[in-house]
């Protein structure tokens, strides 16, 4: 069955912090993706990255960074550098190979204070 | 280009009360997605819709829970009778096809039943 576990409820830092939140996952499937999505106040999630089970490369999006390892079947994602803006609930999710379902983590709720 | 809307924002109705919620997806987006969100956890899947016909509604509680898609493009999820545990966000993602990778949410009905 696919699962995924964030295990960090709730992080609170320091603007200026660099921040890594975790996710780990479990699936029987040799190609699946994985996502991170953030959640401001307002609602919505809004997709910030997709990486398939092929590809190990981590990747750099400005402050953003991913860090996927099968070996450990984790996705953690770390905010250098973080912002109040950052503040938010991230999502780490799973899907199968033709995106047909998504399973999302509980979460993780990220405090950047001033 | 307009997001995913959704109405109501807020809703606040009794137990055994019934409740509606409209979703109208992104322009040309062929799959529509209803989620529930409770409270501290991640989004799970009640329905998935391709054009006007269910994809996945496996874990739809088809006893209370109804929604429909009749032309394709906007949608409805209907609850009757309310029960304590259906308080909840419910969100509404929409993608371009059931094969693509990157959902966009609107903001969400958040329901309290009380």
């Known amino acids: 069955a696919q699962k995924v576990t964030q295990a960090q409820t709730e992080i609170s830092v320091v603007e200026k912090e660099d921040v890594t939140l975790d996710c780990v996952y479990e699936t029987r499937d040799t190609t699946y993706y994985l996502f991170w999505y953030k959640q401001p106040p307002s609602g919505e999630l809004v997709f910030l990255i997709r990486r398939n089970s092929f590809d190990e490369q981590n990747e750099i999006s400005g402050r953003y960074s991913w860090n996927f390892q099968k070996s450990t079947s984790s996705f953690n994602f770390t905010i250098t550098a973080s912002q109040v803006v950052d503040s938010a609930v991230y999502f780490c999710?799973?899907?199968?190979?033709?995106?047909?379902?998504?399973?999302f983590g509980s979460g993780t709720k990220l405090n950047v204070k001033p | 280009e307009a997001g995913v809307a959704q109405s109501p924002r807020y809703k606040i109705i009794e137990k055994r009360q019934s409740v509606a919620f409209w979703c109208n997806p992104i322009s040309g987006h062929a799959t529509l997605y209803w989620y529930q969100q409770i409270l501290g956890q991640g989004p799970k899947l009640l329905i998935q819709f391709q054009n006007n016909g269910v994809v996945d509604d496996s874990q739809l509680p088809k006893d209370r829970f109804s929604a429909e898609r009749l032309k394709g493009v906007d949608s409805t999820l209907k609850i009757q009778p309310a029960k304590l545990e259906d308080s909840a966000v419910y969100l509404c993602?929409?993608?371009?096809?059931?094969?693509?990778?990157?959902?966009?949410f609107g903001s969400g009905t958040q329901l309290s039943v009380l």
């Open positions: 999710a799973l899907s199968e190979a033709n995106f047909n379902k998504f399973y």
């Open positions: 993602a929409s993608s371009l096809s059931q094969l693509e990778e990157k959902l966009f």
